[in-house]
């Protein structure tokens, strides 16, 4: 495994995950001429808070009251995670059912997510690694995937070492 592929599992300054994360969603919007609403940035940067996955409810009541006073409706957060999920900046874990901020949004890629099952780690594997790999046994079987989606549940690195593994 590369370096940069494992570096999530070390303890690192995960500040630097967030305003990186931020910034390349600041970027790609401007690029592609859309708008990062507050409302959508902060959702991002709450689904950004760690590298585990978080549901929808649990970002609802995390987010600050709107000006009148009144949480924001569950549709806000809806809303605010099609876009980023259109964008690419977050992932939908289906058998979580809950989000994910993307290392390398903007960049094609396919979605494969290594879930740990003690700690809730996700890690999001280099699409176009999974795909070299992956495609020459699909075309073996004549079958044309339209995206190679996985989510792999198991152990991660650190949990093995604390012995949580097996
Ligand atoms: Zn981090
Ligand atoms: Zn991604
Ligand atoms: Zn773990």
Redesign the pocket.
Known sequence: MAHQDAIAYQSHDHHHCIEGAMKAARQLCRQRGVQLTGQREAVLRLVWQSHRPVGAYDLLGQLPDNRNGRKPAPTTVYRALDFLREH?LV?RLDSLNAYIG????GQQ?D?VFLICRHCRHVQ?LP?ERVRQTLKPLLTAQGFSPDALLMEIPGVCPRCQQDGEGA
Do not use: A
């Open positions: 690419g992932h993307c290392p390398h949004p890629h979605g999001e699409g």
